[in-house]
């Protein structure tokens, strides 16, 4: 009997099963992709967007089409809940999606719950998007006033959105202060030695630097750190590290430390054979995050 098999996500890893599905529709499988965007921005040229190295265009996969063109419906929705003893999928828009295998590459996200902060003026480093929201608040804002700008979070991602900004101020003749605030010592699971370039590249750049302070609170125009000190911003980056969405957890399905669905070698889900999963929303069994 033909099956029906949903892709969720056409994430990083999905994109090579995306490229073959013809082999699944040849069969007469019928087969959908689910993802809140027509397109999926590439994270690793996601900074050199914030900073106009690249155009959007150039970094992107345009997903839906890559379904469309192979024989597999696309839905633009968002999956929000698994119903794995139905074998259906509980969509935002309301929807249900019956199937007979699902596989998901939902990737990760900044948890809400780090910093307890939104607003226009504040970008998490995921979705990838947000970088190009953020690049456009900054041209805009830039020309009215010379700004501060923070960088939260001490890893490659915030250290690449640091450098991204200051070239991005660069080549527009913006003005502004950059700061960079990392909890503990920045790129603390690299090298030291990496961690001393990048000290010096801020250094001859005029970002500053925090280290070892972690961010308390964090209000629309103003960031208090553990120490009590307080420093006010036009705009924040949040890099605080990411993990999976709570989808899994919230379905009940088995998931581990990080709230990943937990898998085994083969990729799928230990308590439902038929729910696989890839990339950054999974645990492999046996196997716990370094
Ligand atoms: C600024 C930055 C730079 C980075 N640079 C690098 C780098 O240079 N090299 C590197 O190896 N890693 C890098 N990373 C890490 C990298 O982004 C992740 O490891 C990678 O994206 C994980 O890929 P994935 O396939 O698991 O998920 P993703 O590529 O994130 O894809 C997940 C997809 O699922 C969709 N989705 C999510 N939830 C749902 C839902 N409920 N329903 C339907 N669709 C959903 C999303 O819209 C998205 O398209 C970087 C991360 C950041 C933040």
New binding site residues.
């Given amino acids: 009997m033909k099956k029906h098999l949903v892709f969720?996500?056409?994430?990083?890893?999905?994109?090579t099963a995306l490229l073959n599905l013809k082999n699944y529709v040849d069969l007469g499988h019928r087969v959908t992709l689910?993802?809140?965007?027509d397109y999926?921005?590439y994270?690793?040229m996601?900074?050199g967007m914030l900073s106009g190295i690249y155009r959007p265009q150039e970094i992107r996969f345009h997903?839906s089409k890559l379904a469309e063109d192979r024989g597999a419906s696309f839905l633009k929705?968002?999956?929000?809940r698994i119903n794995p003893l139905q074998r259906t999928l509980s969509l935002?828009s309301g929807n249900t999606v019956e199937y007979d295998v699902v596989s998901f590459?939902?990737?990760?996200?900044v948890p809400s719950d780090t910093l307890h902060m939104t607003g226009e003026n504040i970008f998490t480093?995921?979705?990838?998007i947000n970088?190009l929201k953020a690049r456009q608040y900054i041209l805009k804002a830039v020309r009215q006033r010379e700004m501060r700008i923070i960088v939260i979070g001490g890893g490659?991602?915030g250290v690449?959105?640091a450098g991204n900004v200051w070239r991005l101020l660069q080549d527009n003749k913006g003005k502004a202060e950059i700061l960079f605030i990392s909890g503990a010592k920045l790129l603390k699971n690299l090298p030291e030695k990496v961690g001393s370039l990048v000290r010096s590249s801020f250094h001859e750049r005029d970002i500053r630097i925090i280290e070892g302070s972690h961010t308390k609170r964090m209000e629309k125009n103003l960031v208090v750190l553990d120490d009590g000190s307080e420093i006010p911003f036009d705009v924040a980056f949040i890099?605080t590290g990411?993990r999976p969405?709570s989808?899994f957890k919230d379905s009940g399905l088995a998931t581990g430390e990080e709230g990943g669905l937990l898998v085994n070698s083969c990729l799928q889900s230990v308590d439902h054979p038929e729910i696989f999963g890839?990339?950054?929303?999974i645990s492999l069994e046996g196997h716990p995050l370094a």
């Fill in positions: 969720v996500g056409g994430g990083h890893a999905h994109l689910i993802s809140s965007s999926h921005y994270s690793g996601g900074p997903i929705d968002s999956v929000e935002k590459n939902t990737g990760s996200e480093v995921k979705p990838i970088l490659p991602a690449e959105i890099a990411v969405a989808l890839g990339g950054d929303c």
